[in-house]
């Protein structure tokens, strides 16, 4: 299994449940493996944080598919995008190997405060970050663990609406490629950087987060895990999965005039 975040119970707060199953769309399926894009809002699978939860990525693809299926990795449940299960347990365990030895390069995309300029990496250790019931055998001591993300400004906007005491609103649109998988990475290095992900409510901006979600009509956090690159476990093909923007997200490239 990757160590890929998992979405902590402050997470859940500012998501609605789906009230039908949603439309998942398969973007690659083999004998090997099935990856479909994961709409934010939606469990990868049943845990002890979701009780009222009806509907979970695992199940859906195990009945799209007609087989059991094993999760490879997470996306917290506000991230939308690709998402790979492994058909057999050979497959799993063949790709939590290359989890493990970082052959998987996995790229992000996500929606800022502020501009955030230029490329860099942040090299920052992070100290795990624990549930109160799924770590409670997690010693608190353990030491921060290393974290590495790159980033790359794709594009900036600014609005000229006044909040709290700077006179304008300013946004970010940053590819991410990180190249280790701790709780939360993504979103705790931009935050570290002072340019936290927008709709992000464990480390993002209290004012930003509820102006955007009254401005554009919607409240999500902004992060896409956009494509896995990787070489197929059986055959060692290399494989480039990528799943679309949601609707949501062309809007905002559409207004701001991103492109990616």
């Known amino acids: 299994m990757s160590d890929i975040t998992t979405t902590s119970t402050s997470d859940l707060n500012d998501i609605d449940d789906f009230e039908q199953p949603p439309k998942l769309t398969i973007l690659y399926q083999d004998e090997h ?41 997470r996306l917290d449940r506000p991230t939308s995008g690709v998402l790979l299960f492994g058909l057999s347990e050979d497959v799993a365990r063949k790709m939590g190997q290359a989890f493990t030895d970082k052959t998987i390069q996995k790229t992000y995309y996500a929606i800022t405060r502020g ?22 055998n997690v010693s608190p001591d353990k030491p921060p663990q ?32 990180p190249h280790t998988g701790r709780r939360h990475q993504i979103r705790r290095h931009l935050a570290h950087l002072r340019h936290p992900i927008i709709g992000d409510i464990n480390y993002g901006d209290n004012k930003q987060n509820p102006f955007f979600a009254k401005h554009f009509g919607f409240k999500r956090l902004m992060l896409h895990a956009q494509k896995l690159e990787f070489s197929h476990p059986i055959t060692s093909v290399p494989l480039s999965i990528s799943a679309e923007f949601d609707d949501d997200w062309l809007a905002l490239f559409e207004q701001f005039n991103w492109s990616v």
């Open 33 to 73: 493996l099935v990856a479909v894009n994961k709409p934010s809002g939606l469990f990868v699978h049943r845990s002890f944080m979701d009780r009222d939860e009806k509907y979970f990525a695992l199940q859906l693809v195990r009945d799209m598919v007609g087989q059991y299926v094993y999760p490879l990795h």
């Open 115 to 136: 501009h955030l300029m230029d490329a860099g990496r942040v090299d920052y250790a992070l100290k795990e970050k624990l549930d109160k019931l799924g770590d409670k």
């Open 146 to 177: 290393d974290a590495v993300t790159d980033y790359q400004s794709i594009g900036i906007a600014t609005l000229p609406i006044a909040l709290g005491k700077f006179p304008s609103i300013r946004y970010s649109l940053i590819q991410l490629k």
